[in-house]
């Protein structure tokens, strides 16, 4: 069988960088110089990021893990988004002038400004490099995926093979493009917390965003076995009793309403597709051999690595490495309480100590699961 491994990067702002973390061990533990062991990439958001930086390196992995380890050890949050005073309440004047319709309706509405993240992905991408790696049969397939504003279609925008077809279903369509920053800029701008970004006639947001399966443009590039890289410890069966003896004593603040919305567009969907994946495969394993043979086209393996520490706890201790600005303009939306902001900061927190902090977390896990890991690579 040809080798059409996919790896699978979902979204989360600032925790894409645990997706880091598993891939530089994952560096450290096959061969030197093996080149890239996922022909296929698909990305969201934060994680589109780490899937470019992967493709534009795809001769060389563990230099394409420890280049994209590097990026991240040292990100700071003004090299995403605007942190100074004025920006940000000039951010927060248009947002409120444009709930009574005023303003420059050309304008993108949004609670930040993220204009130094193009100048960061500009420095560190080198786009012409993937077109290489598709010619040199490296890479097969680089997927993006966005939300466009306009048609509420998610919209996979790949660069690969040129035998690979578009496609088009139930609001989620697949474009043939040459990828560049603007689709990055897209896939990865947060709904009001950053600006919409257009592509052609239309604007863009989170690619997160009514993706009803993370896993789809995987299928429809051919993959036949997926590695996951997810960002939430939910998975984990200790912590599922856990929920239900959380109490609330006061209703929720803004910043608590906007933290489990953005869990419910990074996280909540990549574990239902897992989850339906798994059950059908189990299903299929039990069908004769004869009827196994129709289900052919969904990938039979499929491993998952996810937090074994909850994120949003290790937020929590890093709240105060964000900017002054940032912090009061969290705590205005969610109380006095770090603990309330927590989940909110989580995507937010693009600072060196929280980074880290997840890369190690990444690195570790991955390394407990180091066996299962070369074993779905048959090494």
């Known amino acids: 069988m040809i080798n059409n491994n996919a790896l699978i990067l979902s979204g989360g702002g600032a925790r894409a960088a645990y997706q880091v973390g598993v891939l530089s061990a994952m560096g450290k533990i096959l061969p030197k110089n093996t080149p890239l062991p996922f022909p296929i990439l698909c990305g969201t958001s934060a994680g589109a990021l780490n899937a470019t930086m992967l493709a534009s390196y795809a001769d060389n992995f563990s230099r394409a893990a420890s280049t994209l380890a590097f990026v991240w050890r040292h990100l700071t949050p003004d090299q995403i988004y605007t942190t100074g005073r004025w920006p940000v309440a000039s951010s927060l004047t248009k947002t409120l002038l444009s709930l009574f319709h005023m303003g420059n309706r050309d304008t993108s509405i949004a609670l930040m400004d993220n204009d130094p993240l193009r100048e960061l992905l500009t420095n560190h991408l080198d786009f012409s490099r993937i077109n290489s790696a598709i010619e040199r049969d490296q890479l097969h397939a680089l997927a993006i995926t966005a939300m466009s504003y306009s048609t509420g279609e998610s919209t996979t925008f ?222």
């Open 158 to 379: 790949f660069q690969g093979k040129s035998d690979i077809k578009e496609w088009q279903g139930s609001r989620r369509k697949g474009v043939f493009a040459e990828l560049g920053v603007d689709h990055l800029l897209a896939s990865s701008a947060i709904p009001m917390i950053f600006p919409a970004h257009k592509i052609q006639e239309h604007y863009y947001g989170d690619g997160a965003i009514r993706q009803k399966s993370a896993i789809y443009p995987a299928l429809k590039l051919g993959a036949n076995k997926l590695f996951i890289i997810g960002v939430s410890g939910n998975r984990s069966p200790k912590k599922w009793p856990i929920q239900d003896e959380i109490k609330e004593s006061s209703a929720p603040s803004m910043a608590q309403i906007l933290g489990q919305l953005l869990n419910s567009a990074f996280i909540d969907n990549l574990e239902d597709d897992i989850y339906q994946l798994e059950i059908m495969n189990n299903l299929i394993r039990d069908l004769p051999k004869e009827k196994q043979a129709k289900h052919q086209s969904l990938p039979t393996e499929t491993l998952i690595i996810s937090p074994s520490e909850e994120l949003n706890e290790i937020a929590h201790h890093y709240i105060g490495t964000l900017p002054k600005n940032i912090r009061v303009l969290l705590k205005a939306a969610g109380g006095s309480t770090s603990e309330k902001i927590s989940s909110a900061a989580s995507y937010l927190l693009f600072t060196p100590e929280y980074c880290r902090a997840l890369i190690e977390l990444g690195h570790k896990d991955a390394m407990w699961e180091k066996d299962k890991i070369m074993t779905f690579l048959d090494y």
